[in-house]
């Protein structure tokens, strides 16, 4: 019963390095989500996939990539980190959001030094 | 004016009492609104969908007034297990899109 599963859970990085944190999810949804969450400032949507093969830019896209590689994953990406990316990344999937029900990966805490 | 605002609290709440707070939002369109759970430093889950006037499940009601435009979440007989942050949610005009509050976090206390 995984439902939406992220890699790695802990991350730590220095300025400039490059990362990738994957997402995947087996309760054949077809949209899935980015969300990062800051102290004080709620769940900020990064980028999102309406459907496979199709990707679109969220509230705080800047300094990030994504890949829809096929209907289960969805992994994001920081080419040159910065301490700005400090924060605590969420997956989330969802069948529609008619239902307003989204469901989350566990959360990837990253550090950038 | 943010599109969702919330009450941080903490609401410190004896077991057995009764918390209420609000959330208020900014997009009248807005024709659904729901309640997620966030415990610490765990993932948010869905907790109740609001689609009119309110909602009811269990010891928790949630209700909306359209004319000021804002949500509240009532929990009645406080549990210890009710402690969490309380993420209020609305779907923004765009598709794919819910936007979130910052959160109300509530402490019940023995």
């Known amino acids: 019963n995984a439902g939406v599963t992220q890699t790695p859970k802990f991350q730590v990085l220095k300025t400039g390095q490059s990362m990738t944190l994957q997402c995947a999810q087996d309760m054949n949804h077809n949209s899935m989500y980015w969300y990062r969450q800051d102290p004080g400032m709620g769940l900020r949507l990064i980028y999102y996939?309406?459907?496979?093969?199709?990707?679109d830019k969220g509230e705080v896209p800047n300094g990030y990539n994504v890949s829809r590689l096929n209907k289960r994953e969805f992994s994001l990406r920081l080419e040159s980190a910065a301490p700005s990316q400090t924060s605590v990344y969420f997956c989330?999937?969802?069948?529609?959001?008619?239902?307003?029900?989204?469901?989350f990966g566990e959360g990837s805490r990253l550090t950038v030094l | 004016r943010k599109e969702v605002e919330q009450d941080p609290g903490p609401f410190n709440v004896p077991e057995g009492a009764t918390v209420a707070f609000n959330c208020t939002y900014s997009?009248?369109?807005?024709?659904?609104f729901f309640w997620y759970r966030q415990d610490c430093r765990k993932e948010p889950k869905l907790l109740m969908s609001v689609y009119s006037s309110g909602n009811e499940d269990g010891r928790f009601t949630a209700q909306l007034n359209r004319a000021s435009q804002y949500i509240s979440l009532l929990i009645r007989d406080s549990k210890l297990s009710d402690s969490a942050t309380y993420l209020c949610?609305?779907?923004?005009?765009?598709?794919?899109?819910?936007?979130f509050g910052a959160g109300t976090q509530v402490v019940v206390t023995p």
């Open positions: 997009n009248s369109a807005s024709q659904s």
């Open positions: 949610v609305v779907p923004t005009d765009s598709w794919g899109k819910l936007q």
């Open positions: 996939s309406a459907s496979e093969g199709t990707t």
């Open positions: 989330a999937s969802t069948a529609g959001l008619y239902t307003g029900e989204l469901f």
